[in-house]
């Protein structure tokens, strides 16, 4: 089992800047692939990036790319989400995600395990 607690949602004005963390507890944590979604009312849950087990490759939505890093320590079992010149267009709820699939895959379906999400909003 691999528990997922999310934080560091809040409130922002557009151009700024949020970093988001996923706390990973469980006794095989550091085997999962790491991903983040995110799901504004009324839309689907949409993929935003991810990191590999080892750390060593991300993806990210074209959406985010440019403006989102998604890196991970597993001596903390943490994973984050660096979110910079932010767009309202970016506020969600915000879920990161664990894969265990061999190759990483990027649909919500797919995913082992969820957290309870942590809200994004960005004013303009």
């Known amino acids: 089992q691999v528990q997922l607690i999310e934080s560091g949602g809040g409130l922002v004005q557009a151009g700024g800047s949020l970093r988001l963390s996923c706390a990973a507890s469980?006794?095989?944590?550091?085997?999962?692939?790491i991903e983040w979604f995110r799901q504004a009312p009324g839309k689907e849950r949409e993929f935003v990036a991810a990191?590999?087990?080892?750390?060593?490759?991300?993806y990210y939505a074209d959406s985010v790319k440019g403006r989102f890093t998604i890196s991970r320590d597993n001596v903390k079992n943490t994973v984050y989400l660096q979110m910079d010149r932010l767009k309202p267009e970016d506020t969600a709820l915000y879920y990161c995600?664990?894969?265990?699939?061999?190759?990483?895959?990027?649909?919500?379906?797919?995913?082992?395990?969820w957290g309870k999400g942590t809200p994004v909003t960005v004013s303009s």
């Open positions: 469980g006794r095989t944590a550091s085997n999962y692939h």
């Open positions: 990191v590999t087990w080892d750390g060593r490759n991300t």
């Open positions: 995600a664990a894969d265990d699939s061999i190759k990483l895959v990027t649909t919500p379906a797919l995913m082992t395990y």
